[in-house]
């Protein structure tokens, strides 16, 4: 078995990479012989995504089928050992595994994990008790535990959490930003490229969280008597934790009013209201994003300056995922 092999690719494939569990694409890959395999990946995130599989378990050397492992002991440093047999003791080998991996995780903008997993579970994971009860306390599985420290930048999800709409948007567009920024790093950093990341990123930041918005505006401020690439590793590490907030509807109304207000002199009165009418219409939960969107998007496209129509805003992930439809 391959432990990192492209799911779909073609030479000047525009995918992204994103790790993902194998079991997920379908590889029996699990401890039964059998797989987890996830329609959403298959058949959705797929046309985006160049998905790379990972299985930590059978890249350490355990069969398929194999006896079941589990996570026991301290719950703030568990081992990983069989569930009938304590004395196998798979521990290190895991962590070794995803610290050799390393070269390659650091290409991927996100990883998709498999729930409950004691290799690749991303949190609420067992975690037993000599007496074979477990712990009230939690965690996560060693191989994912090492991932999510060794690239704490990284959009991470667990595969059951995706069927959240408003999860699953949010994962997607924070994909998409960390693969901008991983090509901006390739293209090699300038102050006017930070700048302009972060002009086209704006109110797509202010929708997730208004404090880091402040600040980092504050950053960027001072930009020509800053160490560059001290600055850019700052910035990446709040936008990346602001990104992690999930917008609500009252922020994304907030964020809609501020554009609406670049088409203040554009727009005859009856469009206006109109445009108002939907934005409170869908902060009241009672139309989706989309629809406001769709009209917003009609209007600035057509009336506003070019600064607006590159905001990520305004279309953060591809449209044909159809992620605002539901949130």
Same mark, same amino acid.
């Given at each position: 078995m391959k432990l990192i092999a492209s799911h779909q690719s073609t030479p000047d494939s525009a995918l992204i990479p994103v790790g993902i569990s194998a079991c997920l694409l379908g590889e029996p890959v699990r401890f039964n012989g059998g797989h987890k395999q996830s329609k959403l990946c298959l058949q959705q995130l797929s046309q985006f995504f160049d998905f790379k599989p990972f299985c930590p378990e059978v890249a350490i050397g355990l069969g398929v089928p194999r006896r079941p492992i589990r996570l026991v002991g301290d719950p703030d440093s568990p081992r990983a050992v069989g569930t009938d047999n304590p004395d196998l003791d798979v521990t290190e080998p895991l962590r070794d595994f995803a610290r050799d991996q390393q070269p390659q995780l650091q290409q991927l903008a996100g990883y998709i994990l498999m729930k409950n997993s004691p290799s690749c579970g991303m949190e609420r994971?067992?975690?037993?008790?000599?007496?074979?009860?477990?712990?009230?306390?939690?965690?996560?599985?060693?191989?994912?535990?090492?991932?999510?420290?060794?690239?704490?930048?990284?959009?991470v999800e667990e595969e059951?959490?995706?069927?959240?709409?408003?999860?699953?948007?949010?994962?997607?567009?924070?994909?998409?930003?960390?693969?901008?920024?991983?090509?901006?790093?390739?293209?090699?950093?300038?102050?006017?490229?930070?700048?302009?990341?972060?002009?086209?990123?704006?109110?797509?930041?202010?929708? =997730?969280?208004?404090?880091?918005? %402040?600040? !980092? @505006?504050? #950053?960027?401020?001072? $930009?020509?008597?800053?160490?560059? *690439?001290? +600055?850019?590793?700052?910035?990446?590490?709040?936008?990346?934790?602001?990104?992690?907030?999930?917008?609500?509807?009252?922020? =994304?109304?907030?964020?809609?009013? %501020?554009? !609406? @207000?670049? #088409?203040?002199?554009? $727009?005859?009165?009856?469009?206006? *209201?109109? +445009?108002?009418?939907?934005?409170?219409?869908?902060?009241?939960?009672?139309?989706?994003?989309?629809?406001?969107?769709?009209?917003?998007?009609?209007?600035?496209?057509?009336?506003?300056?070019?600064?607006?129509?590159?905001?990520?805003?305004l279309q953060p992930h591809p449209q044909e995922l159809g992620l605002r439809n539901r949130i």
């Open positions: 994971v067992k975690i037993y008790q000599d007496n074979g009860y477990p712990h009230r306390q939690s965690g996560s599985g060693l191989f994912a535990a090492e991932l999510m420290e060794a690239n704490p930048l990284l959009p059951g959490r995706l069927h959240d709409p408003i999860l699953c948007e949010n994962f997607v567009m924070r994909v998409l930003t960390f693969h901008q920024w991983q090509q901006l790093l390739a293209d090699g950093i300038t102050a006017k490229s930070l700048i302009e990341f972060h002009s086209r990123h704006k109110y797509l930041l202010m929708a =997730h969280d208004q404090e880091i918005y %402040h600040y !980092l @505006g504050k #950053l960027l401020a001072n $930009l020509k008597k800053a160490d560059l *690439q001290r +600055l850019a590793d700052c910035y990446i590490e709040n936008l990346m934790k602001a990104l992690r907030r999930p917008a609500t509807r009252k922020t =994304h109304s907030n964020v809609m009013l %501020h554009l !609406l @207000g670049y #088409l203040k002199r554009s $727009l005859d009165q009856r469009s206006r *209201q109109q +445009l108002l009418d939907q934005i409170n219409l869908y902060r009241q939960g009672q139309i989706p994003l989309i629809a406001v969107m769709t009209l917003l998007n009609h209007f600035l496209v057509n009336l506003s300056t070019n600064y607006i129509r590159k905001q990520r805003y």
